[in-house]
């Protein structure tokens, strides 16, 4: 459990806030129950059929950036993601997270691709910085463009044959002819225009709010990626006369010295603190294995 005093301490803090910015990472979804993106389990095992014995990889991740994988059996893979990212619940951190953030002036900024936001928050106030998977881009990329891709998901993982989708079928560049290619953080990530409308939402939000009462609230943030969450809050908590930062990661709830005096951090369960923030029963809640969860070196 968090100590009451912290519990009483962030209670406080959003209340009084004029606004709110969210950072959310792969802890928050890892705590609402989706941690085959890094660990082997039944969800990941229907993802990757197998493929996972057949290149000895054993998450999501692994298998995604797995450079002996062919193309079509890719495509399996990230059709069957795809399609699971559409199909699967809505993880209860993010309803808790919602009822939390109810009335208030806030905005969220993260670095998950999984759209889990977006089932509990209106899109015009979630910013995806690593970008999401429900969208295609041209993978060179030759053109400025991204693409909804529910229907064809739903459509092409029924042509899967045996964990691979056969080439006739791979999605195509309408211009180029080259593959399409997952709108999500990799070495052609297409940053634009789309990209640029959603970061423009976030950074005027910043901008309007830099001389409020703001509170940085940052979840399941790890080591990784630091520089799209992490440090930039750091740096505005820093700068900002009237910010406050508050962490909340069961390994990485770190914070610097220099803000150390607007800072909380609370090296707990995210999926606990919200349950306690909200003064609901924590009893139904999963016991936290803190040593069985995934490598720290790759959270992000
Ligand atoms: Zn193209």
Known sequence: MVAQEKIDLLRRKIEEADAIVVGGASGMSAASGF????QDDEVYRMIAGSLADKYKVYNFFDAFYCPKMTS????????????????????????DLAELLEGKNYYIATTNQDTQFYR?????????IQGDWRYWQCDEPCHDKVYYNKEKVFELVNYIENDRLPNKFIPRCPHCGGEMAPWVRSYTFLQGSFYRKELKRYTDFL????RKKTLFL???VGMMTPMFIKEPFMNMVYQWPNAFYVTINPQHAYIPKEIAKKSLAIEEDIALTLKQLLG?????????DRKNI???????
């Open 35 to 38: 941690k085959f993106y890094y």
């Open 72 to 95: 079509g059996e890719k495509w399996a893979l990230m059709l069957r993601l795809n399609k699971y990212i559409y199909d699967c619940y809505t993880g209860e951190n993010y309803k």
């Open 120 to 128: 509990v928050f209106p899109a015009d106030k979630v910013t995806p």
């Open 280 to 288: 609901k029963p924590t009893d139904k809640l999963e016991p936290f």
């Open 218 to 220: 940052e979840l399941g």
């Open 207 to 210: 901008q309007k709010n830099s």
């Open 294 to 300: 995934f490598n720290p070196s790759r959270v992000y």
